[in-house]
Structure formats: C-alpha cells, structure tokens
C-alpha cells in the first residue's frame, strides 16, 4: 500500500504544480490587466489567499467538514459493532491509530472519512447505513474509506480542492473588477498598446478557462481516488462483494442527505446530491458510476487483491490502461510471489520487512500469528482487547508483549 501512497504523492505534487501555474498566472495577468505595472503584486495576493485558505484547511478542514455535516461523536459503548468493524479494518489497513468516529442523525445511508493524516482520521456514517447494511457490507463500506485514509486522498483532495477554490475565487474577484471598472480599464489599454491589449486579453480568457481546467482535473482525481479506495478495501476486506452490496443499498436508497452540500459532496462512498446508474462517467461528475463500481467489484471472481481489480476495471470499462498505479501493482505481485514459501533470507523485501517488524517491536507492538497465516501486528492501545482477523474471522485476545 505504500506505493499507492507514494504514487498519490507523486501526483499530488504533479497537479499542485500545475494548478499553482494556472493560479500565479491568472493572479498577474489578472492586476496587470486591472492597474499596469501591478503584476507583481497580483501574484503576492494569489499567494496569500492561497496559503491563507490551505492553513485553514489543514488545521480546521476536518472541524468544518464534520460541522457541515452535523456529525456528533460517539463512543464504543455506544455502538460496539460498528467500533468493533473499525477496529478490524484499521488493523487491516495499517492505521497507526484508530480513528475517531462520528455519527450523522441522517435517515439516508453514507459515509464519509476526513482528517489530513492518519493520525488525525475521522470516520462518520450515517444513522441509515448502520439500520440499512449488515455487517460485511457495512465492513466493506468502512474499509473503502479508511482506504482513503491510508492513501492520503483526504489531505491529497484537499490540497488540490483548495488550489481550486482560490482559482476560482479569483476569476471571480478579477471578473467583478472588470465589470465594475470597465471604463477605466478600456482608457489604460489604449494608453499602454498592444502589449497591455494583449494582457487584456489574455486575462479575460485565463479568468474564463483557469476555473473550469481546475475544475475537471479535481472531478477527474476524485473519481479516480474512489476507484482506488474500493480497490483497498477489497484488499483490506478479502470479500468484495460486501462493498459491491453496500453500494447497492446506499444506491437504491430514496431517503435525501440533508445536510450535504455541493462542497462536501464529493467526500461521501456516493455522491448523495444525485446518483447515477449510467455507465459512462460525466466529466462534471464527483463520482465514478456506482453501477460501474458495482460490476467492477463483482468482476474480480476469487481474487482480492490490487491486481485482480486493476484487471476487472479493464474488463468491465473496456480502457486498455487500469486504475492501479504499476509499481503499486509490481510491488503487490512480489509480495504475493513470496506468500507461498518462506521468503529468502537475504533478499531486499526480507530485509525491509525484518528491519520494519523490529521497528513495530521497539514499539511495543504484539504480533499475533493467525491460523490463517495472517501476521498481524497491534498497537500497545489494543492489549487487553479481542479483535477478529480481518481475512479468516478469528478472534484473538491481544496480550501484552513479553518483557
């Protein structure tokens, strides 16, 4: 899994960079086109308003998120089942703690996951996904969105959610400048030539086009992130077809969010201000097609892992190049090479994993080795507690480590 993260990081930066062109050259051409000579203070503004609006995001996003929602916290007593679903596939997934969870008083079944690292995970569901779903399903659904957690996509969305909103925000503030100083700007281009004429110009197109260009790579990203978030949690939960159910359910629903906004849309499993059953993505939209995602997850017949997804999204949408990043692929296929025996003792893969497992010892870690040849591995906060093995269904009593 870290190469899907290092994979989101990659492209993360990628589309930062890009986005951060659109918005320093709209910022210019925007004060130059408005008072000559002030270029450079239009790309300071830019600057500012969006690191501004990136601190706020960062330290408050989850905060505002979960107030948008109306979403109140809850503890394990409770609802242990769903405590219990957590618990399991944050093991699953990784997670070096476990996240706090929410509770939206919503009749409409979805889910959403916020915080800007996995220290700082939020998981909330609605109260009619927990009466709507049974346990697997309600495991697939939970493990889709801390497979968002585990590759970043939160902090990853909201980095380039923000460079877009202050895209936005500025075509906005430059189109209402030159509406209401329309005269005076037509005056100081005849005065300056051709070369303010053709700032002008390039800022009015800059202010029409940068929005929607921003707008598309964002959409686009976000469906791609929820294809790789079902992908995790067929991983983490070995039975795809629970998630593949769930969407199902939450699809068919006829119950409205409420309290979902055109802001927070994007971060539900569904988008829950319209869902589409047809199966050709619209470039405006949040999410991919939950009849599409549904197909996909049925389609990966025995297998669970990253492989056989990236396979059944070929087959099922007919595109020649998969979701799944390749050295996230490559590294699944040398870790699944080695399962079947014991791994070489001098090869890089043993070593790393050797040198990470004493590294979890330091810690304070338990291992618990499952009958199903699962090791997993829990943190000092879960000694004392039972927790089922997320592929086989055992349950294990967590013992604190020998001295």
């Given amino acids: 899994m870290w190469e899907l993260v290092r994979a989101n990081q990659r492209r993360a930066a990628t589309l930062v960079v890009v986005m951060a062109v659109l918005l320093f050259l709209l910022g210019y051409t925007l004060a130059e086109a408005l008072a000559p000579g002030a270029g450079a203070g239009g790309l300071f503004i830019a600057f500012l308003v969006w690191i501004g ?64 690292d996995p220290q700082h995970a939020v998981v909330a569901v609605t109260a009619g996904l927990l009466e709507t779903l049974n346990r697997d399903e309600l495991q697939g659904v939970i493990a889709h969105e801390l497979g968002h957690v585990a590759n970043r996509d939160v902090l990853y969305m909201m980095m380039v959610g923000v460079m877009m909103g202050t895209i936005v925000l500025l075509a906005d503030i430059g189109g209402r400048a030159f509406f209401w100083g329309g005269g005076r700007r037509r005056t100081s281009s005849r005065s300056g030539g051709q070369a ?27 469906r791609r992130r929820e294809y790789l978030a079902d992908a995790s949690a067929a991983m983490y939960t070995r039975y795809p077809d629970g998630l593949a159910s769930a969407l199902e359910k939450i699809s068919h629903s006829t119950a409205k969010l409420t309290v979902a906004t055109r802001a927070t849309a994007p971060m539900y499993i569904v988008n829950p201000l319209g869902v589409s059953q047809r199966g050709l993505a619209d470039l405006s939209s949040t999410h991919p097609p939950v009849s599409e995602r549904i197909r996909i997850l049925r389609s990966m017949g025995a297998g669970a892992g990253l492989r056989n997804y990236d396979e059944a999204f070929r087959r099922v949408t007919g595109r020649p190049v998969g979701v799944v990043p390749f050295r996230a692929l490559a590294s699944a296929e040398q870790r699944s090479a080695v399962l079947p025996g014991a791994p070489q003792a001098g090869s890089r893969l043993e070593r790393v994993r050797r040198t990470t497992d004493m590294l979890w010892r330091l810690n304070e870690y338990t291992f618990v080795a499952c009958a199903c040849g699962t090791t997993l591995k829990f943190p000092p906060a879960y000694v004392g507690r039972e927790i089922a093995c997320p592929h086989c269904g055992t349950v294990h009593r967590i013992q604190p480590t020998a001295a």
């Fill in 196 to 222: 303010q004429l053709i700032i002008l110009i390039v800022a009015i197109v800059l202010m029409i086009l940068a929005p929607l260009v921003a707008q598309l790579i964002y959409l686009a990203i976000s």
């Fill in 53 to 116: 609006l990136t601190l706020v995001s960062y330290f408050k996003g989850d905060s505002i998120f979960l107030a948008l929602a109306r979403a109140r916290r809850i503890e394990k007593k409770d609802n242990p089942v769903l405590f219990n679903v957590v618990e399991e596939m944050s093991i699953a997934a990784g997670l070096p703690k476990l996240p706090e969870v929410y509770i939206i008083d919503e009749a409409a079944p979805n889910a959403f996951a916020t915080g800007r």
